[in-house]
């Protein structure tokens, strides 16, 4: 195709029946348990006693197991790498890789294999642009995510990464991309820091997040800049679940995901309409995850999207369905929290409160402690940075004054 408008569909699956698409997926679905379960040790456990010529409808597939990606840093230890749960031995794979948890994840070697072409397609990236990709290539996945979906539609990437704002700032200057593609706040980083330095950052019109929320103070200051953003909703585990188009009601359901929205805590189907827990069936044949429950919160939407795209639409990322959160687009865990305290033995309780504001999120620990000595905070301040890989400042308070409620981490950021 050659129109640019971005409303346009990148293939005709985009604009099918929706009776048509789910048909396809209910027909696709009990060849992928059937290949979970011979291929997959773990999935040959869990679904022993499933027939996968039945799994051909919603209501059998909600009968079958829920895979949790909280339990999966405990199935990987027992069994590295990837806790049984792969069909495809390492050595077959074209990456691996090593999440926060840590969690390994692997990359099969289909072109496009985490599917982001369309969410970038629907952003307005074309054959012939040049993307400044600012998701890590390092261990983690989001940046060969973007990379191979860009490489997918033609697109030349520059693979700059995290960090490093005034090298970012000047390869924009001096090779002009049209867009940008990271996690929403760093782009409002780089092009304060293009202001302070004097350089031309216009070529930038169009970018595509993901990995944390786009607040609305973060949408009306890229707005005002020219640019066009649109964002996406994956894992490192499934690659792309949702992504939004130009009509930006809701998020739209990759056409090659089967998503329900469960109580969270089940595996049960809940309402449309309803908040619950997002669980993913994917239909790769390397990593055939069958129910994964991410931990996300969101729920569907009625209808079909304004921009003529047909498949289903969840509302986005609602928080988290446990107290695991994302900072920076980098997820914090309550046993992440637990292990700083374990390192200074004068630590007693801590909460880590994470807020926002403008768009910037920051996390702050409060710390019980009786009698800490001088350079305490700092110190767990270190190891809060050591744990996480992000910065968070330590505030030390009177043992027995934070809530007996048992939250170890406290989200305080709109998502309004």
């Known amino acids: 195709m050659t129109d640019a ?57 909600a009968d079958l197991p829920v895979t949790r990606k909280a339990d999966l840093p405990e199935a990987q230890g027992e069994a590295p790498p990837f806790g049984g749960f792969a069909a495809t031995s390492p050595g077959d794979l074209a990456r691996i890789y090593a999440s ?36 890590s290539y390092h261990f983690t996945p989001a940046g060969m995510m973007f990379d191979t979906g860009a490489q997918a539609l033609g697109c030349a990437v520059v693979p700059a990464g995290v960090g490093n704002t005034e090298l970012q700032a000047r390869a924009i200057a001096d090779i002009r991309p049209q867009g940008y593609v ?22 930038l019109r169009r970018a595509h997040v993901s990995g944390g929320p786009l607040f609305p103070l973060l949408k009306d200051f890229y707005a005002e800049r020219g640019i066009q953003v649109l964002q996406s909703y994956g894992t490192a585990d499934l690659g792309l679940i949702a992504y939004e188009s130009p009509a930006r009601e809701g998020l739209i359901c990759e056409e090659f995901v089967l998503v ?119 110190a767990v301040a270190s190891t809060l940075q050591a744990v996480t890989k992000l910065r968070g400042t330590v505030e030390v308070v009177a043992a027995g004054s934070l809530p007996n409620d048992g939250k170890v981490i406290d989200d305080t950021r709109d998502y309004s």
């Not at 971005?6 to 048509?20: G, K, N, S, V, Y």
């Not at 990271?182 to 070529?203: A, N, V, W, Y």
């Not at 069958?290 to 304004?306: C, E, H, K």
């Not at 369905?321 to 801590?350: N, S």
């Open 5 to 61: 408008r971005p409303d346009t569909p990148w293939d005709a699956l985009e604009r099918r029946h929706p009776d048509a698409r789910e048909a396809a997926l209910m027909a696709a679905l009990p060849e992928q348990v059937a290949l979970a379960k011979r291929r997959a040790p773990a999935y040959g456990a869990l679904l022993a006693d499933v027939t996968p010529e039945e799994v051909t409808s919603r209501a059998a597939l």
């Open 100 to 135: 926060p948890g840590p969690i390994y994840d692997a990359e099969g070697r289909r072109a496009d294999y985490w599917r982001t072409a369309r969410a970038l397609w629907a952003t307005g990236f074309r054959k012939g642009d040049v993307v400044h990709n600012c998701f």
């Open 182 to 203: 990271g996690t929403p706040d760093f782009l409002r980083t780089i092009l304060e820091k293009g202001d302070d330095l004097g350089l031309d950052l216009g070529s």
């Open 260 to 378: 329900e929205i469960v109580r969270p805590g089940t595996g049960n189907p809940v309402p449309d309409g309803e908040v619950g827990e997002v669980v993913v069936t994917t239909f790769s044949r390397d990593y055939p995850l069958v129910r994964f429950a991410t931990g996300d919160l969101s729920a569907i939407l009625p209808g079909a999207s304004p921009c003529g795209r047909t498949a289903l639409r969840i509302r986005g990322w609602m928080g988290r369905a446990d107290q695991t959160t994302k900072v920076k687009g980098m997820f914090v865990h309550p046993r992440q929290i637990a292990e700083v305290l374990a390192r200074h033995p004068e630590a007693g309780k801590g909460r880590l409160t994470v807020s926002g504001e403008d768009g910037r999120d920051a996390m702050t620990l409060a710390v019980e402690a009786e009698g800490a000595g001088e350079g305490f905070a700092e």
